[in-house]
């Protein structure tokens, strides 16, 4: 059985599932978001954490409606700051900061993510 999804598809990998691998979970919100879901935020997904928007320890699921890639930055930001996420069915994060402003993340503004492309990833680049 596939992961991937269409891109509006949200397909739940979580505790109680078919027994999906971590790393096929993984694979897929990477796919699926392709770059920090932090709004204004371009690092590529495969070198993001990948987070739960409620917490493991608070009865928060691993589905992919509750993660999301977010860069150690923002990470660290969300947990450390007092930044909240919270995640839509269509797959919008609301952001809402400390003092209360909110700042949308919609699905679909993320490029492809070309990081196992050699030549459009640095870090792999042959020369």
Known sequence: MSVLSPPSATR???????????????EHVI????ICRFPGCR??????????????DEHGDTDACNLEC????HHHLKHEAGWTVHGHPDEHLVWIT??????LDPPG???????????ADPDNCPF
Do not use: F
Request: charged share 35%; with cysteine.
């Open 31 to 34: 796919a699926r978001d392709r």
């Open 70 to 73: 977010l860069c150690t930055r």
């Open 12 to 26: 739940q990998v979580g505790r109680a599932k078919e027994g999906l691998s971590r790393q096929r979970q993984v």
């Open 98 to 103: 400390p003092t209360g402003h909110t700042y």
């Open 109 to 119: 503004r993320h490029p492809v993510d070309r990081t196992s492309d050699p030549v």
């Open 43 to 56: 690092r590529r997904a495969r070198r993001c954490d990948i987070d739960h928007q409620t917490p493991w």
